[in-house]
């Protein structure tokens, strides 16, 4: 089946510093990518859905100038989390989809 | 606009037992997909079945079953023969059409553990 990566699939970072995940569809091409964000226990919630070569469409109450997704490949997306703050710890999960969705493992990121 | 509930925060099932694991559906798209996916410890979304909102028949993989009826919008999971290793977080998802296609609306989820 089809592999997506995530880089790195942990993170610590001090609050105020920015961290980048990087999101890669190793054997096909991915038209659009997606970006979770999963608290524990807790599920799924869509952030941004990009498209390869045009600007990521947020979802309803996130913010676009913090989370910032660049989709510059049809391989790669990659998720910045600008000025991090403690309330941003959570599990970030990517999917790539030439038609059918793939996850990819997931990042954790915990900031201090 | 599309909404999926499970209203089962937990469930316990012997070893060797069937467990049902509900979902209920709500979506004005004429056609959609639901599917089933397994979250480990680890945190990987593992898919499970894909059911077609114009299927027939009710999906299967293996000890995986869809109990699919569209009248009633529900997508209930049925895992046969639990095992211990199916002790998971899992979740039922939609997708919708339109200009919604592609994007995944998921449940809140259902914590199975699967006792010896």
């Known amino acids: 089946g089809a592999v997506v990566s995530q880089h790195p699939s942990w993170v610590i970072c001090k609050s105020g510093t920015s961290v980048k995940i990087e999101c890669r569809s190793l054997?096909?091409?991915?038209?659009?990518m997606f970006w979770y964000r999963q608290f524990p226990k807790q599920s799924l919630m869509l952030m941004a859905t990009s498209n390869e070569g045009s600007k990521a469409t947020y979802e309803q109450g996130v913010e676009k100038d913090k989370f910032l997704i660049n989709h510059a490949s049809l391989t790669l997306s990659t998720l910045t989390v600008t000025s991090a703050h403690p309330e941003d710890s959570s599990f970030y999960i990517c999917?790539?989809?030439?038609?059918?969705?793939?996850f990819g493992p997931g990042t954790r990121l915990t900031v201090t | 606009a599309q909404k999926i509930t499970q209203t089962q925060p937990g469930m316990f099932v012997q070893e060797k037992e069937a467990v049902t694991l509900d979902c209920t559906y709500d979506t004005s798209d004429p056609s959609y997909g639901l599917f089933w996916y397994k979250q480990p410890s680890s945190g990987e979304m593992i898919f499970l079945i894909y059911q077609g909102s114009y299927d027939q028949q009710n999906a299967t993989e293996g000890r995986y079953s869809l109990n699919f009826q569209k009248a009633r919008k529900s997508a209930n999971l049925v895992i046969s023969a639990s095992q211990l290793g199916d002790s998971a977080m899992y979740f039922c998802?939609?997708?919708?059409?339109?200009?919604?296609?592609?994007?995944?609306?998921f449940g809140q989820g259902t914590i199975l553990t699967v006792h010896p």
């Open positions: 998802a939609m997708r919708g059409g339109g200009t919604s296609y592609g994007k995944l609306t």
């Open positions: 999917s790539a989809s030439d038609h059918e969705q793939y």
């Open positions: 054997d096909f091409q991915a038209t659009t």
